[in-house]
T-cell receptor, first 114, second 112 residues
Framework: DAGVIQSPRHEVTEMGQEVTLRCKPISGHNSLFWYRQTMMRGLELLIYFNNNVPIDDSGMPEDRFSAKMPNASFSTLKIQPSEPRDSAVYFC????????????FGQGTRLTVV | GQQVMQIPQYQHVQEGEDFTTYCNSSTTLSNIQWYKQRPGGHPVFLIQLVKSGEVKKQKRLTFQFGEAKKNSSLHITATQTTDVGTYFCAGRRSSNTGKLIFGQGTTLQVKP
């Protein structure tokens, strides 16, 4: 298995632009997580899905952030409009809740908003 | 809400010295997991602890889960330069929820 796949790996965008981050979870995993990592705040859980349904989005910073999971093999995290304070590494992770296993992380997307 | 606190934030040790990071939760946990993130990398799972008072070992790494299931520790004996990275604990409040809350992490630097 290729693991959790995220794209792009790096994104540089101007303030005010829309940014879309993509994630393909490991096949067979039914839980998917979006995390944001910064030096100041560490690893923050933004949202997680179970069986494609958003279960907890209490970590989503504000209305500028939205996440979707249209099917079991794809999820997006969108920021519109982006701001410099959104600069961070965004990780997607997946796991199988049925097997009570660990979370597998993707390589992350390093977002820079200038 | 549930919080997982981890100390220290940073630790610099001489190669061969021991290292310990501590994790405390504001609520009782169903289980706790430990991850390691190398510089520039992504978190990678190390181990999961489920039972009260559980102790697990992986070579030079010893993991403990407190009796009250609210705290945990990771101890590395005789650190090596390959141990460099950030160590995260992550707790789940209930076995029925997938929500995994990470501590802030402890970044370990090892001087050769």
């Amino acid at each position: 298995d290729a693991g959790v796949i995220q794209s792009p790996r790096h994104e540089v965008t101007e303030m005010g632009q829309e940014v879309t981050l993509r994630c393909k979870p490991i096949s067979g995993h039914n839980s998917l997580f979006w995390y944001r990592q910064t030096m100041m705040r560490g690893l923050e859980l933004l949202i997680y899905f179970n069986n494609n349904v958003p279960i907890d989005d209490s970590g989503m910073p504000e209305d500028r952030f939205s996440a979707k999971m249209p099917n079991a093999s794809f999820s997006t995290l969108k920021i519109q409009p982006s701001e410099p304070r959104d600069s961070a590494v965004y990780f997607c992770a997946s796991r199988s809740s049925r097997m009570n296993t660990e979370a597998f992380f993707g390589q992350g997307t390093r977002l820079t908003v200038v | 809400g549930q919080q997982v606190m981890q100390i220290p934030q940073y630790q610099h040790v001489q190669e061969g010295e021991d290292f310990t990071t501590y994790c405390n939760s504001s609520t009782t946990l169903s289980n706790i997991q430990w991850y390691k993130q190398r510089p520039g990398g992504h978190p990678v799972f190390l181990i999961q602890l489920v039972k009260s008072g559980e102790v697990k070992k992986q070579k030079r790494l010893t993991f403990q889960f407190g009796e009250a299931k609210k705290n945990s520790s990771l101890h590395i004996t005789a650190t090596q330069t390959t141990d460099v990275g950030t160590y995260f604990c992550a707790g789940r409040r209930s076995s029925n929820t997938g929500k995994l809350i990470f501590g802030q992490g402890t970044t370990l630097q090892v001087k050769p």
